[in-house]
């Protein structure tokens, strides 16, 4: 059995990813790793080579900014990471996403247990979506709780953007989410514990991709109801990167909620009440 990982990134510096700890935690358990790189205005290039390990393979590509549509320029840079993995799956990690060291020996069982099993087109992770600070995770139904992140690499996929992927029918024209089956270990996601400067950068760079206009970022304007503490141990090769601050993270106390935060505080209340679980999920759950 062979794993591939992948990812893309861009001016991973300047925006505060911390993408070299998302490369270096799933090296011991992949076969190779695709690095796409696209043009950058830092020292993104140069820092991940500076991992010197043989196992990753570098791809350099340059992104066309003219591509303004629902984030599917991201689709184009995933992907053209994805056709260059060669393993029997294909692991996509996010330069914000790290695996803990104790989840490592899980996902390799579920890949080998799964491998013969062609009905098992992808394999899902939970996910902690850390906020404000380390010791805060959101849990809102607005927040996908459970994701594809390892494919088949033998099955007809592509992604719409960054986040997750169709599956080709048959019939060739029609798409699905992939079947998938749960790994048993989660995606430590740190992208909203760098700093707001960090946020605010990235977005106001980015939103071009959405034809969308940046608007700045406060991490105190959310609803506090969402924002629970963590007391697990966070993985060993992100501890020195993340922010020192101690307890909840706290939300501005006039914040008015949004709409969307509305809907997503009853939609919570409907989970607590009926033992239900509503949030997206961009896969189909093989049971």
Not at 172 to 195: C, D, E, L, Q
Not at 241 to 260: M, Q, S, V, Y
Request: glycine content about 4%.
């Amino acid at each position: 059995m062979k794993i591939s990982a992948f990812t893309f990134i861009k001016n991973g510096t300047i925006f505060g990813f911390p993408y070299r700890e998302s490369i270096r935690s799933v090296l011991p358990i992949v076969d190779e790793f695709i690095v796409n790189v696209g043009d950058s205005d830092d020292d993104t290039l140069e820092r991940i080579l500076e991992i010197d390990d043989p196992k990753i393979r570098i791809i350099q590509s340059h992104w066309n900014d003219r591509m303004k549509v629902s984030g599917y320029v991201y689709g184009q840079q995933k992907m053209i990471a994805q056709f260059n993995c060669t393993g029997d799956w294909a692991f996509y990690l996010e330069g914000d996403e790290i695996v803990h060291e104790n989840d490592l020996k899980k996902i390799v069982d579920a890949c080998r247990s799964h491998l013969d099993d062609e009905q098992v087109e992808a394999l899902t992770f939970d996910y902690y979506h850390f906020y404000g600070n380390a010791n805060s995770y959101l849990d809102s139904p607005g927040w996908y709780r459970r994701e594809a992140r390892i494919i088949r690499n033998s099955i007809r996929s592509y992604a719409p953007d960054g986040l997750f992927w169709h599956v080709l029918t048959s019939k060739s024209k029609v798409s699905r989410y992939p079947k998938a089956a749960h790994t048993g270990a989660s995606i430590y996601h740190y992208g909203w514990v760098r700093s707001e400067e960090e946020m605010n950068r990235k977005s106001e760079n980015v939103q071009k991709y959405w034809n969308k206009n940046h608007r700045r970022i406060d991490y105190r304007n959310i609803d506090q109801k969402i924002i629970r503490p963590f007391t697990a141990s966070h993985p060993a090769i992100i501890r020195e990167w993340l922010p020192k601050e101690e307890g909840l993270f706290r939300a501005n106390p006039d914040h008015i909620l949004t709409n969307r935060e509305k809907k997503h505080r009853f939609m919570l209340s409907l989970e607590r009440w009926f033992g239900l679980e509503l949030s997206k999920k961009h896969f189909n759950a093989l049971k």
